[in-house]
């Protein structure tokens, strides 16, 4: 039974489109069941019905218009019940409703299981036989099995907003709702416009060829073809873009080099295969073996390879791409839209990117963050080819894409993107004032950076220092790790732009979903495994080149801390200390007078929280990073869809354990910060002050709006509210309470955007 159900799902998830799919599905279970009919009955939403939308068995005419109420029939009962229905004879049943017009006249023996997804019934799968008799148990749980097997299927066809297109409603096209991840906050409407390259790897087919040299030569003329379209490429991004990203072009290059890619290529053309048919079988290999991979950093690198081999294709084929028009309000999409596909499009007609694959790793990712575009990655149930030239929203703030929006939603997201540009606008005049409450007690507030063009952003803000540089970013965009000099030059960089103000340094943190090509992590169970400075302190070699440069970076400018990540004992700290102090000391014997800097930890794991006081006894500072410290407490990733809606902040677990740490680190005299998402959300800012953090530090594009909220608000005010949570024994609860609390206390427009969004 089990390869049966494989061979069921493996058919269905293959299917050409969503009526095909459910087709299959109903025809392979009434087959492998051995029973007469099988239906599959969805639930329509807006009409609030169950609709038969496949069926072997029943007649085919009644598809698509036959329907029950959602407490009609035994479909109903099932629905209601949440569980399955077994009945020897269905016409007995007092909820029995008959339907004529599906013939189902002869059929006593009825078995029906909801489908369930993400805790919701989308539907009812039922089986029918002309006998009297009940279904045994291991029927039963056979159906059960494939309905929860194939419930994504069907949450893709209720998701897509084709599936009930064959229902006459009347009313036109309803809105659909696209759910992904947030790439890069923020709002947009637009017009879809669907990037895709010209040249079609699947497509091409083998073919063999006699003059290999002459097939060589069309190659390396096609490559230096593409080297010079991604140099072109390069130099238009470093008008738009710092170094960091610009150094995303350079990876292109190294992968168009002879000696890599086309070195593979050339092998099967001396075999006697055509240039193209060599070039497709290099790059799907490529493709496989990277979308194998269980690193989400390295799976982005197929989009990579990907786009390569389209270019090089494109240029063997001599075609001409598309000619695409783009609208002054553009939204691209793409199952992958790679660094160089977004850099083509002229930026200031770009509103928003939307993609159906990869993750906020990608390198499209990292550049529309620097380029301040919405963006919503990972929308996989999108059906793309519907939506070029469509009017869509990007919802980046949620990860959710809208199409088909009612006046009323796109009036409401056009206040949301007006509100959110006057409230900026509204905002830079209070980038030189103080986070100070009304009553007189004041927070710095800081920023979290990683990229160059972080920079100004930051400071045009008002930000007073860095509470956290990702100094993995660096390392993230090479294909090898940084020398000494190339990091000390970044690094300077950072440290000159916010002197005098503190600048801390999170020394390399990899593993988890942050990972290196050239220095893969294969794990398991990687948020569990080798990461932060459990790599580091297993390579001293890379941790000490790391600190000299930040040290030598410092020179006369004494603004560095240098911060652990992802300590769980007293011993990596002291550890780590250690190696600072010999790299100070190297640095020094060098002729450097550089003050040794202060040197903190993160608390980020449950095991930190409980030994805040000993860590503390340590160090200079601690620094709370509540995004892993939320996940770990919880159980909960929360790029998972499966169980993203139990990433809760406002969880008491996590208000507790904040204020633990920051009582114990000040009962040593140490300093307390956050660096992770709760600092830039205005409610759970508020919160941490009263708890007595010591400095917040967010993404740039939140400091202002923190500020002002800081500064409409007394300190008494914040104490008494965190006081009530504490209270409090459920995290929806309290999130809910705290946005009423300071909506009442006057700051509903800062808050206005968050609560808006559908």
Known sequence: MLDTLRRIVQEVNNAADIPSALNLMAKRVRDAMGTEVCSIYLRHEEEQRYVLMASEGLKQEAVGHVSLGLSEGLVGQVGLREEPVNLEDAFSHPKFHYLAETGEDPFHAFLGVPVMHHGKVLGVMVVQQRDVRRFDQSEEAFLVTISAQLSAVIAHAHASGVLFDQLDTGDGLLPSFYDGLPGCPGAAIGYGVLLFPAADLSAVPDRQVEDVSAEIARLDDALVRVRQEVRDLAERASKSLGTEEQALFDVYLRMLDRHALPAEVIVHIREGQWAQGALRTVVDAHVRNFEMMDDPYLRERAADVRDLGRRVLAQLQSQNRRHIVFPDDCILLGEDISAPMLMEVPRERIRGIVTTRGSRNSHMAIVARAMGIPTVVGAQNLPLKKMDDKEIIVDGFRGRVVANASPELKEQFEEIIAEEANLQAGLEKLRDEPAETLDGVRIPLQVNTGLMTDINRSI???????????????????????????????????????????????????????????????????????????????????????????????????????????????????????????????????????????????????????????????????????????????????????????????????????????????????????????????????????????????????????????????????????????????????????????????????????????
């Open 460 to 758: 045009e803000r008002g930000a007073e220092g860095v509470g956290l540089y990702r100094t993995e970013i660096p390392f993230m965009v090479r294909d090898r790790f940084p020398s000494e000099e190339e990091q000390r030059v970044i690094y300077r960089e950072q440290l000159a732009a916010f002197a005098p103000h503190p600048v801390t340094m999170r020394t390399l943190d990899i593993g988890g979903d942050k990972s290196l090509s050239y220095f893969p992590i294969e794990e398991e169970n990687p948020f569990l495994g080798w990461r932060g400075i459990r790599v580091t302190l297993d390579h001293p070699e890379i941790f000490m080149v790391q600190v000299r440069a930040m040290l030598k970076a410092s020179d006369g400018l004494d603004n560095l801390r240098i911060m652990l990540p992802m300590v769980t004992s007293v011993i990596e700290a002291e550890e780590a200390q250690h190696l600072i102090h010999r790299a100070w000391l190297e640095v020094r014997d060098e002729g450097l007078d550089i003050a040794m800097p202060q040197v903190g930890v993160m608390i980020e794991v449950p095991a930190a929280v409980y030994q805040a006081r000993a860590l503390a006894q340590r160090v200079d500072f601690l620094s709370i990073g509540t995004n892993d410290l939320t996940q770990y407490l919880l159980a909960v990733d929360r790029n998972n869809r499966q169980v993203a809606s139990l990433y809760n902040s406002y969880h008491p677990a996590v208000l507790h354990a904040i204020l633990h740490v920051v009582e114990q680190a000040h009962e040593e005299g140490v300093p307390v910060s956050v660096c992770g998402e709760m600092a830039g959300e205005v409610g759970s800012a508020l919160l941490l002050m009263a708890m007595g953090v010591n400095a917040l530090s967010m993404n740039a594009s939140n400091l202002l709006k923190v500020k002002a909220a800081v500064r409409q608000v007394k300190a008494s005010f914040t104490r008494q509210l965190l006081n009530e949570v504490l209270a409090m024994d459920n995290g929806e609860v309290i999130a809910a309470y705290v946005d009423l609390q300071l909506d009442k206390a006057g700051l509903g427009e800062l808050l206005r955007n968050r609560k808006a969004l559908v």
